[in-house]
T-cell receptor, first 117, second 112 residues
């Protein structure tokens, strides 16, 4: 049983460069979430997909950030013109929409740690 | 809007002692509440979740949490701490579009 995977695990880049992260969810999961976690804080929601549709974006997701989930499978998160403030752990989670209205469990990947110099 | 507050950013206990990590929530609707654990340089792992079926929820690794509506609390406990419990623990509540809204976390240290 494979869990959520993320690639790369670590990324060091220079300010102004573009970076792209990939998330592969658990295969049958139709919901996918991106979160950002800075040092000493809890994860903060960035965006949410149900299948291929991006249904919500946080105000944290500036116009330099874009996320996609083509064909409702893997997802990518791109940051253009990176800034030092973008340094954080980027976490992906996936879940299966529940029946009966009970809250589903989100399964998290190991994260991609980004350092912008 | 939903939110959670975790009291105590650091908790230190002796091995074998009771673990108590505090979480208070704010929600305008009946909440769904979660506890996750994060080991260094890893993602988050679900410990347990409250979905209104029972107020005392048992999770993995001997942890449990009790939902108290009157106190708006969902504190996490474990009767006897083990060295392997040292990690960061996050309380979370479900918000709109099923996103998780996390507290700031509590780092648990376990000393011999």
């Amino acid at each position: 049983d494979t869990g959520v995977s993320q690639d790369p695990r670590h990324k060091i880049t220079k300010r102004g460069q573009n970076v792209t992260f990939r998330c592969d969810p658990i295969s049958e999961h139709n919901r996918l979430y991106w979160y950002r976690q800075t040092l000493g804080q809890g994860p903060e929601f960035l965006t949410y997909f149900q299948n291929e549709a991006q249904l919500e974006k946080s105000r944290l997701l500036s116009d330099r950030f874009s996320a996609e989930r083509p064909k409702g499978s893997f997802s990518t998160l791109e940051i253009q013109r990176t800034e030092q403030g973008d340094s954080a752990m980027y976490l992906c989670a996936s879940s299966l929409a529940p029946s009966g209205g009970v809250a589903e469990t989100q399964y998290f990947g190991p994260g991609t740690r980004l350092l912008v110099l | 809007a939903q939110s959670v507050t975790q009291l105590g950013s650091h908790v230190s206990v002796s091995e074998g002692a009771l673990v108590l990590l505090r979480c208070n929530y704010s929600s305008s609707v009946p909440p769904y509440l979660f506890w996750y654990v994060q080991y260094p340089n890893q993602g988050l792992q679900l410990l347990l979740k409250y979905t209104s079926a029972a107020t005392l929820v048992k999770g993995i690794n001997g942890f449990e949490a009790e939902f108290k509506k009157s106190e708006t609390s969902f504190h996490l406990t474990k009767p006897s701490a083990h060295m392997s419990d040292a990690a960061e623990y996050f309380c979370a509540v479900i918000g709109g579009y099923n996103k998780l809204i996390f507290g700031a976390g509590t780092r648990l240290a376990v000393h011999p």
